[in-house]
């Protein structure tokens, strides 16, 4: 595995105490960044929300990529190197490997932010036949630097980004990010992009707002970790998990609202942050694509639309970009 050392895991720890301050600290709606989600309780609790009832998407997800595994498998161009932005667990990333696999022996490099998703993936794929696994414990764009770096001349690159992650960027945020993408890639190279789609609201509402709690616990397990990490004094129990659908940006938005006025202490972040009732932090965007999005996405950004696999159950697109 690629591991940070001491000194980054420190500047990592920095790094989320100026976020949190900064982003409680703005004028206006207060945020704070999704991937802030994925400590250990984090990283477990979505994996929880993943075979939760009402969240159809990883289901979907996984329906699309097990049907179409071995379609894809033959459309990639070889000797290929694999990596994916964000693996989690990468229990639906199997399919994909193990058809990759039939063909040749195959590197895969997951990259992630969290290391126990990171732990649980490679456990995961650790028996898959041919599949060696790296694991890169990096920010997706410098975990895919590191690994284009490593690529032999000659080798292509597939780089997987499912379970609708692309959707958490802010509006134009997942153009930019997927043109930093390409600028990393050569002609010929791969994405693999898994997108939710546009559905009907109460089918939305209730996937972000489970009745079992899990979608709110994750929420809110944010806090939680501020008061790990950070030493703050957050009372989780003075907070509540809301998701609302914004309309004019096609999103769903997490967010947590105080329940009263309150003052809250972040020591390690050297601040201290007032509530008004009712007054929400911002944790998350997840934003609902059309199919012709998709494809205007892919020419933004430097990529040809070579083929889309939609689950119709859960209207879920897996699109296959190719770097032009
Ligand atoms: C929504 S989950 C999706 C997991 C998996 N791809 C799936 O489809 O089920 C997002 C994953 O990306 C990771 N992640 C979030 N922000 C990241 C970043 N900036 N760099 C690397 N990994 C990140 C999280 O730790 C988490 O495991």
């Known amino acids: 595995m690629l591991l940070e050392n001491t000194l980054t895991i420190d500047a990592a720890a920095v790094q989320f105490a100026a976020d949190v301050r900064a982003g409680l600290d703005r004028p206006g709606q207060k945020e704070l960044s999704s991937k802030y989600f994925y400590d250990p309780v984090g990283s477990a609790l979505f994996e929880a929300i993943s075979v939760m009832p009402e969240y159809g998407l990883t289901r979907a997800d996984e329906r699309v990529l097990r049907q179409h595994a071995s379609d894809l498998a033959s459309m990639v161009p070889a000797p290929l190197l694999v990596c994916e932005l964000g693996s989690g ?3 639906k990333t199997r ?3 193990e058809s990759l696999c039939r063909l040749e022996p195959v590197s895969y490099y997951p990259i992630e932010i969290s290391p126990a998703a990171l732990a649980s993936c490679e456990r995961e794929l650790a028996q898959v036949n041919g599949l060696t696994v790296v694991g890169v414990e990096r920010d997706y764009l410098d975990g895919l630097r ?6 032999k001349e000659g080798t292509h690159l597939l780089v997987l980004f499912l379970g609708s992650t692309i959707g958490n960027f802010d509006s134009e945020a997942d153009r930019r990010f997927l043109q930093s993408v390409r600028q990393t890639l050569v002609p010929g190279d791969c994405l693999l992009l898994g997108a939710d789609l546009v559905k009907p609201l109460n089918q939305l509402l209730a996937a972000y707002d489970d009745p079992a709690g899990v979608t709110a616990a994750f929420n809110l397990n944010i806090l939680a970790r501020i008061n790990r990490e950070l030493d703050a004094d957050f009372n989780l129990r003075q907070f509540e998990h809301v998701a609302r659908f914004n309309e ?3 999103s769903i938005e997490m967010h947590l609202r105080s329940k009263k006025p309150q003052t809250v202490t ?5 601040f ?3 509530f008004r009732e009712g007054e929400t932090i911002w944790t998350e965007s997840s934003h609902k694509y059309s199919v012709a999005e998709l494809k205007t996405l892919a020419a933004a950004s430097g990529f040809h639309c070579k083929e889309q696999w939609i689950d ?3 209207q879920f697109a897996e699109s296959l970009f190719i770097a032009i």
């Open 272 to 274: 201290m942050v007032q």
């Open 89 to 91: 667990s990468g229990k």
């Open 146 to 151: 590191e690994v284009a770096a490593r690529r």
């Open 312 to 314: 119709q159950e859960w």
């Open 266 to 270: 972040i020591p390690r972040a050297e």
């Open 248 to 250: 004019k940006t096609s």
């Open 95 to 97: 399919w994909i490997l």
